[in-house]
């Protein structure tokens, strides 16, 4: 398995954008003759600027949103209106950070996309995720979890989309790149369809990535927590269990219970940690939203020691999914040893610093 994702020498915004254009070009196997052919004369394109751009060695994309040339670059490799929108987005919010070379925060319609297409150019590196909300990652849902995601999600509004859904799906490459470039993200029903399809994309990656030969190490810190509450009921709860324990028992992914008992509580938002090399990319993961950052997260790897061994976290994911656990809670006066009531989102926010607040050490706590 080989790990595309060079990181993080340049803006990480370069990177990742740049990752995408790669994405849409090979999944219509055009080559960058063609892209650089489609490309007005005014505003032509050389071979090998655009391979810069890909390679995430160049400003290109953001130097063409700027001056207005985001339709005609989207154009080029295949896409419409929605990728220059997407862009466009993505450019003005990095922007407004000032300096924001070593952060990417990435809230515009092609997050959820964008982050797949890390995961997978990231599918050679040892990797290193946190889980502690009443719902896990979405790589780390069991199907039946996934599917009544899908089912019960409220309709998601998406900022910088203006264009309405065609109805027909351009040739070539993964669904999800497919609804991309056809502008088919105009209303809260198409994209959660979408999402839905990104969503599956990421879980069949993940899938890929732990069972492959020669599979890179992952590791999953899990709060205790999420062992004893039943998100969406008894036995969707225990399907989730089981499904992590089937996990578990392959060579190359281990997950580690962080006991609440051990210190403070494992993140509220969700993390996932790759070592490409010698240098660390670390991101804040929602299903909407991804903050990239250079460097380690200190806290993961006082987790990681606080966590139990691989063999003990198994055995508490196999007494969870057949309730047989012992509540780490009290009993309360009606004995009935439920755990306490969460506290408020907004609170639980508060512990996290906003992006690009925290130090960047140069080493990580390995899986």
């Known amino acids: 398995m080989t790990t595309r994702l060079p990181c993080l020498t340049v803006d990480l915004a370069d990177q990742i954008l740049g990752e995408q254009l790669r994405h849409l070009r090979e999944c219509q ?42 339709a005609a670059l989207a154009a080029a490799y295949g896409a419409g209106r929605t990728a220059a929108d997407d ?24 997050a959820g996309f964008r982050c797949l297409l890390v995961e ?85 990656a993940f899938a890929a990535r732990v069972t492959a030969a020669n599979a890179p190490s992952t590791v999953l810190l899990l709060d205790e927590s999420v062992l004893h509450w039943p998100t969406g009921g008894q036995d969707l709860h225990a399907g989730q269990m089981r499904y992590l324990a089937r996990l578990a028992e392959t060579a190359s992914f281990d997950v580690r219970v962080v006991p609440l008992s051990s210190g403070p509580r494992i993140l509220a938002i969700d993390h996932a940690q790759y070592m490409v090399g010698a240098d660390v990319l670390t991101v804040g993961l929602w299903r909407t939203r991804a903050v ?42 009606a004995g009935t040893g439920r755990p306490p009531a969460r506290p408020a989102a907004a609170a639980r926010a508060r512990a996290i610093p906003p992006p690009g607040t925290r130090p960047h050490p140069t080493s990580s706590p390995g899986p």
């Open 292 to 333: 990239y950052e250079a460097g380690a997260d200190p806290r993961l790897a006082d987790l990681h020691a606080r966590s139990l061994s691989p063999g003990v976290s198994l055995d508490r994911l196999r007494q969870a999914a057949g309730g047989r656990l012992a509540s780490p809670w009290q009993p309360s006066a």
């Open 29 to 70: 196997r055009l080559p960058l003759s063609a892209v650089s052919g489609r490309l007005p004369p005014r505003r032509a394109v050389t071979i090998g600027a655009l391979e810069a751009a890909e390679s995430g060695d160049s400003t290109l994309l953001r130097d063409a949103v700027l001056a207005g040339h985001g």
């Open 87 to 110: 862009w466009y987005q993505c450019v003005v919010d990095h922007r407004r950070r000032g300096n924001p070379g070593s952060d990417f925060d990435d809230a515009a319609v092609g």
């Open 120 to 204: 997978l150019a990231a599918a050679g590196a040892p990797a290193l995720f946190t889980a502690g909300g009443p719902l896990l990652p979405v790589p780390l849902q069991s199907p039946a979890v996934a599917a009544a995601v899908s089912r019960t999600a409220p309709g998601t509004r998406v900022r910088g989309v203006r264009v309405r859904p065609v109805g027909a799906l351009p040739g070539g490459g993964c669904v999800p790149c497919q609804l991309y470039r056809g502008d088919l993200l105009g209303d809260r029903a198409a994209v959660n369809a979408w999402l839905h399809e990104v969503d599956r994309a990421r879980a069949r």
